[in-house]
Nanobody, 116 residues
Framework: QVQLVESGGGSVLAGGSLRLSCTGASSFTLNDMGWFRRAPGKQRELVAL???????KYSDTVKDRFAISRDVAKNIVSLQMNSLKPEDTAMYYCYARGRWIGDDYWGQGTQVTVSS
């Protein structure tokens, strides 16, 4: 069983920065870790993913503003969000893949609100 605990998030003015962190409580090293988000009235979408070897994938809408990083040994993933825009307002969910495809885990979500 894997538990993901998020921290960070909150409210900020447009152009500001926030940092999200997520710790995975697991008896084994997690594979891909990352962040998804869901804005009101919209579907959940990928924000950023990072593999165990450091390969990354970003949504086109954030790739020049957000940076994902991880501590593989500690199962910690972080998301530095800069130049935030009102359209970044959403519930952000930590994600981790366990030992095989389909072995997916989710955090409880943390709210990010960006006001203009």
């Amino acid at each position: 069983q894997v538990q993901l605990v998020e921290s960070g998030g909150g409210s900020v003015l447009a152009g500001g920065s926030l940092r999200l962190s997520c710790t995975g409580a697991s008896s084994f090293t997690l594979n891909d870790m990352g962040w998804f988000r869901r804005a009101p009235g919209k579907q959940r979408e990928l924000v950023a993913l990072i593999g165990r070897k450091g390969s990354t994938k970003y949504s086109d809408t954030v790739k020049d503003r957000f940076a994902i990083s991880r501590d593989v040994a500690k199962n910690i993933v972080s998301l530095q969000m800069n130049s935030l825009k009102p359209e970044d307002t959403a519930m952000y969910y930590c994600y981790a893949r366990g030992r095989w495809i389909g072995d997916d885990y989710w955090g409880q979500g943390t709210q990010v609100t960006v006001s203009s």
